[in-house]
């Protein structure tokens, strides 16, 4: 359910989209309680939502390639890679035409499903921000995976089934074949009602993700992939008051909605533990 502080006034749904619809309409009928300070706040995070799912679109478009990180590669113009098979922001480039060119110019890139859901973020906060904001708040740009990357203020709780679209779910391979050690799992946003987003393997159903993860087990393997009760997502209330407050610079902190939750970030082949 959502709550609207000191707001008694039924929320008017007809200023959404449709998609932005599907979000509310599935928070709101929620057995959770998901509590907002205004309905600006409320308007953001279901905004953020709907960019994410687009630049999840927009990156498959790209033509962008699957690689892991030790045969990742880049544009040199806008980035340097990393001996880990990051991409460094050059002190000269512009952020936010550097974010962008990834999306331009897919065929100059390969990267791993981590590195991915990293870029369609930067790509959705930058498209919620604008440029000028973008470029003042993300000068030292490393796009690599989440446990370096602390200026997303991304929220990961596991044990829980129920997501949103617009959230990150990780499938899971627990028999991967040792030939095939980078589809150990994969990294995905959720597009919509059992739609999502995977580097490398497209825009599937959960079937047919686990379906493509099952075709990189061992040999006569019987235990197969499985979506994770896992859910990531920005801090979308902090983001938005840090937004609104004008700040020139995210000061990191880790916020889990849950009392006593322990989050767990699975990125492609590694497993991040915050506690």
């Given at each position: ?10 929320i ?14 599935q ?10 300070d ?6 953001f ?11 999840a679109?927009a ?10 990180f030790k045969?990742?590669r880049?544009?040199?113009?806008y ?13 000269e480039?512009?952020?936010?035409a ?6 331009k110019?897919?065929?100059?890139y390969a990267?791993?499903c ?5 870029i369609?973020l ?14 003042t708040?993300?000068?030292n740009l490393?796009?690599?995976d989440?446990n ?36 150990q ?7 919509g ?10 825009n ?9 993860l ?7 393997s ?27 610079s ?12 322990q989050a767990?970030a699975t990125?492609?082949s590694?497993s991040?533990?915050?506690?």
């Open positions: 359910m959502i709550v609207v502080l000191n707001m008694n006034n039924p008017d749904t007809s200023m959404f989209t449709n998609l932005e619809k599907e979000i509310y309409t928070k709101n009928a929620s057995s959770t309680t998901y509590t907002y205004s309905l600006d706040q409320l308007k995070e279901i905004a953020f939502r709907v960019k994410i799912i687009d630049a679109r990156l498959l478009a790209s033509k962008a390639a699957f690689t892991t045969k990742s880049c544009n040199w113009k980035w340097i890679r990393t001996e880990q098979g990051g991409f460094q922001l050059r002190a480039a512009p952020p936010s550097a974010i962008r060119d990834i999306f110019s897919g065929g100059l990267f791993e981590a590195t991915a859901m990293v369609v930067y790509k959705a906060m930058l498209d919620m921000i604008g440029e000028e904001r973008f470029n708040l993300f000068t490393l796009l690599w989440w370096y990357d602390s200026d997303l203020h991304l929220i990961t709780v596991e044990g829980v089934r129920e997501s949103f679209p617009g959230d990150i779910l990780y499938f899971v391979n627990p028999d991967v074949s040792l030939d095939t050690p980078e589809w799992g994969e990294n995905v946003v959720k597009l009602n059992n739609a999502y987003y995977g580097h490398g393997i497209g599937k159903n959960a079937k047919q993700m686990i379906a493509y099952n075709m990189h087990r061992k040999p006569n019987k235990q197969t992939a499985y979506l994770k009760n896992q859910v990531t997502y920005p801090d979308y209330n902090y983001i938005h008051k840090m937004i609104s407050l004008g700040t020139t995210f000061p990191y902190r880790f916020h889990s909605p849950f009392a006593n939750a767990v990125i492609g590694s991040y533990i915050k506690l």
